[in-house]
């Protein structure tokens, strides 16, 4: 979207000539302009700048994908993105303010589309988030509509500045923002509204799938822990202030056509640390925090749950804290959405349900629903006995088969994904000793160390299991648990990748040993694979796309992807590595082994940021030698959007009910 003058200048409580950080602290809402002075005013400092870089760089080498995700397979191929290059580009590179440098890093790490290796700086990214009041949804593959419910969200989360989009439409839709609502959209900035679509796909991140970053620019809904949120989508939400205002051609649902221009305006987030001028914003703001950096976890009390800068990027609603489980969660420069779904779409008598998983049964009698929006949020034990019980309910009200509904699922526990898997299965050759896939992590030669280190110790670095490093948390190919005298990174296996060297540990086996599941799976499986129908929005990704990929592919389960271009292949999910982490997780390894000192272990954070990566792979179900990553997920079924469906979570279960049973 190109810049405009806001057709609103937002007054300044407090006027500092020079300060363009102070023109905008007290306020909630600001102009995206207002917000870029500020951060514009912020120089590179070149100590920082270099902190960032070899902090990202040193951690990348912990990151299972970047041989991979130099040049990408079919149908994944325009994931191209050689990381070290570019980083060594910007590292030579000088830049206009620090705000600009961070675009860049920001924009080039996402170019890896991938939900798991994402750079966040929380001085820039969601500070300020950038909001229009009408999200699109896609319809009938073709055509970009404004939502019907486009006004009802906007008014009841945006209710203090509708006042200020009302005043823009003046002269071209007087009182027209509720005369939006499904409107199709015939032009965004004098442009065919792909253009922009498209734009946003190629900025985007987080997914491989062409397909699913498209889809990204719409809105969607999610279930939460204790509700149904509404995701606005790129087009109305943006994370940095990228757009100052949108130019559209629409047509009304009464068939006027008009041209509206709309400002994104821009709302401080509830956890940006209030201000009075660039000095108290960068203080409050933009230096490394409590969990920013690792810890020995054996001298200090964060150990056992995670940090809160990582939780903040997880795309799971509620918090999934437990460092113990073994998880595999996207991140984003957005926080999980918290904004409500409207009343009137929200489904409605649960047969019962545990905070983001929640069971519904259709009008038919026969078919049953599991919505569930992540696989962590509410504690470990009480997600898996929520989800037996459910299903079991299910059964008993009548179900002979269930609609999974992950839309947004963003992962979590990683066994937890196993054992719903091994729960509505039963006990088979594809779900015991594992549900899961088999990996591999990573082989850096620092790695081979801090395992060295544990090995040496006897284990005594680590008494309490709690290092990702240590053996005994490991299972080989033959689900033997290793021995505390296992390095199991030595000997590293090597491959060539895209045409460069690169080295991965042995293969791993089971993870989720019976231990883990914390409710004991029953004896038989409570659905048939086949009646089964995954439905995802495409946004299911880590432990959403474990669960998803081993039940398409080796159950037999039905996938359904909801909306999407009609001439771009859909893929049902994607981003499912194996298990995902962090710098700061990876910098704890390194100071609980006594490590820090390794010209290899990146150097603490100055900045208040997070650097997620992929630390286990998972090898593919239809070819078992290379990453499921990189292979293809095509849904065996596409329902197109309506106006009436879009959104609409118990209109959608029906029609994919019926599209497909
Ligand atoms: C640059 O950043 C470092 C580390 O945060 C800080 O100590 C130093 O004061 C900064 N320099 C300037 C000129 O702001
Ligand atoms: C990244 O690390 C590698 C290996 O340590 C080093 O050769 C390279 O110069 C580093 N790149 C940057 C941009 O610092
Ligand atoms: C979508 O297609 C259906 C069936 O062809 C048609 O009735 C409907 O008007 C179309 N909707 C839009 C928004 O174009
Ligand atoms: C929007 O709000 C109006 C008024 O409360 C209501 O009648 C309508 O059903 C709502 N529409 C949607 C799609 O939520
Ligand atoms: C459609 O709605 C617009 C905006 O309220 C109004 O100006 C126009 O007259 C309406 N057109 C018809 C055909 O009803
Ligand atoms: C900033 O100030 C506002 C208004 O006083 C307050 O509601 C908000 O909680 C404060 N934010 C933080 C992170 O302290
Ligand atoms: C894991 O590898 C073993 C040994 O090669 C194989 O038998 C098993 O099928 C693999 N499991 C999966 C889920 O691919
Ligand atoms: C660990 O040691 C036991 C007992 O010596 C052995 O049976 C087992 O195979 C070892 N595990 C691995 C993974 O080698």
Not at 396 to 425: K, P, W
Not at 477 to 490: A, G, K, M, R, S
């Amino acid at each position: 979207m190109r810049f405009l003058v806001p057709a609103v200048v937002l007054v300044a409580v407090v006027s500092a000539q020079n300060d363009h950080c102070a023109v905008i602290s007290g306020q909630t809402w600001v102009t995206p302009a207002q917000v870029r002075e500020c951060y514009r005013s912020f120089a590179v400092n070149e100590t920082e700048k270099a902190n960032i870089i070899e902090v990202i760089n040193k951690t990348l080498s912990f990151h299972t994908s970047v041989s991979y995700e130099v040049q990408a397979p079919w149908p994944y191929s325009d994931t191209h993105e050689d990381i070290l290059a570019d980083l060594a580009r910007i590292s030579s590179q000088t830049y206009a303010s620090d705000y600009d440098l961070h675009v860049d890093l920001s924009l080039t790490v996402k170019r890896l589309h991938d939900g798991h290796c994402v750079w966040v700086n929380y001085c820039y990214d969601s500070a300020f988030v950038n909001y229009l009041p009408i999200p699109l949804v896609l319809l009938n593959g073709t055509d970009v509509h404004i939502a019907l419910e486009a006004y009802n969200v906007s008014s009841v989360e945006f209710a203090e500045v509708i006042p200020v989009w009302e005043r823009a439409l003046i002269g071209t839709l007087d009182s027209g923002l509720q005369k939006l609502n499904g409107a199709k959209v015939l032009k965004i900035d004098d442009q065919d509204p792909f253009s922009a679509v498209n734009a946003n796909a190629d900025i985007a991140g987080g997914f491989q799938a062409y397909g699913t970053r498209q889809n990204g620019f719409f809105s969607s809904y999610q279930r939460s822990t204790a509700s149904w949120s509404y995701v606005l989508g790129n087009f109305a939400q943006q994370s940095l202030p990228l757009s100052d205002s949108v130019e559209l051609s629409v047509q009304l649902v009464n068939g006027t056509t008009a041209n509206v221009v709309l400002p994104y305006l821009s709302r401080i987030s509830s956890s940006t640390v209030n201000f009075t001028s660039a000095d108290t914003y960068r203080s409050g703001n933009c230096l490394a925090v409590v969990g920013t950096n690792g810890v020995n976890y054996y001298e200090s009390t964060l150990s056992s749950t995670l940090a809160d800068p990582l939780v903040k990027a997880q795309q799971v609603p509620g918090q999934a804290v437990e460092r113990s489980r073994a998880l595999n969660i996207m991140l984003d420069s957005a926080p999980a959405s918290d904004i409500a779904l409207p009343t009137q779409l929200q489904p409605v008598n649960p047969v019962v349900g545990f905070g983001e998983g929640q069971f519904y049964l259709l009008d038919d009698g026969v078919t049953g629903v599991l919505a569930l929006g992540s696989f962590s949020g509410n504690s470990y034990d009480v997600m898996m006995q929520g989800l037996l019980d459910g299903l079991v309910e299910l059964r008993s009200r009548g179900a002979q088969r269930l609609v999974v509904d992950l839309t947004n699922n963003g992962g979590g526990y990683i066994c937890g994904a196993h054992f719903l898997h091994r729960i509505i299965i039963g006990p088979t050759s594809t779900t015991e000793p594992q549900a899961g896939l088999n990996t591999t992590a990573r082989d850096p030669e620092l790695a081979r160390q801090v395992v060295q280190t544990i090995v040496d110790s006897s284990g005594t670095v680590d008494p309490n299991t709690i290092l990702l490093y240590n053996p005994l948390g490991w299972h080989d190919i033959h689900n033997e648990q290793f021995n505390i005298t296992d390095n199991w990174l030595v000997p590293p296996v090597a491959k060539v990748i895209n045409r460069r060297s690169d080295a991965f540990s042995q293969t791993l086996g089971s993870e989720c040993p019976p231990a883990e599941y914390t409710t004991p799976p029953p004896d038989e499986g409570l659905f048939d694979g086949s009646q089964v129908l995954i439905h995802s929005g495409d946004r299911c990704a880590s432990s959403c796309s474990l669960f998803s990929v081993t039940m398409a592919k080796l159950e037999g389960s039905k996938t359904v992807v909801v909306g999407g271009k009609n001439d771009v292949d859909q893929k049902f999910c994607g981003v499912v590595g194996g298990q995902s982490t962090d710098f700061s997780t990876i910098d704890s390894e390194i100071k609980t082994t006594g490590l820090k000192s390794n010209s290899r272990a990146p150097p603490d954070l100055l900045v208040n940021g997070v650097q997620g990566i992929t630390w286990r792979l998972g090898y593919g179900i239809w070819n078992p030698s290379e990453p499921e990553e990189w292979q293809d997920r095509p849904a065996d079924y596409n329902l197109p959007l309506t106006l009436d469906l879009a959104n609409n979570p118990t209109k959608i279960w029906d029609k994919v009910a019926s599209l497909v049973f």
